[in-house]
């Protein structure tokens, strides 16, 4: 890109341009302009240039690509919390459906000891 951008400067002042096929070599290409100092220095300048932009692009893309994915992970928080909301609130519902049957079931087990003395007791009176 830099060649390219040297020839057509070098051709809009009117100066003599250098050949490069597009598939060619960059060396095979500078070479040429390295014999003259004012194309070589034309060539450095548009050179650093095309590669500041290359950079800057490079770093936009980075930067979109990284604001998408934390905007991603945003909104992929906000649905969990969301969910983790909801399923909080049906725990407590189902906590609180569940607790008056396992209140009266632990009662039940607590006069378990009692009702199966009183059946051994009723039980062995009745045998004898």
Known sequence: MAVALTN??????????????????????TQALGRD???FGTYNTFSAHVDNICFYLQ?????????RAVA???????????HLQKFSSEVTVAR?????????LTQACARLPALFACFTHTGAAGVG
Do not use: N
């Open 8 to 29: 057509c400067h070098l051709a809009k002042s009117g100066l003599r341009t250098y050949t490069c096929a597009d598939d060619a070599p960059l060396q095979s290409c």
């Open 37 to 39: 100092a004012v194309p």
């Open 59 to 67: 770093r936009e893309a980075f930067q979109e690509t990284t604001e």
């Open 72 to 82: 991603d992970l945003l909104s992929a928080t906000v649905d969990t919390s969301r």
């Open 96 to 104: 609180l459906f569940i607790s008056a049957p396992a209140q009266q």
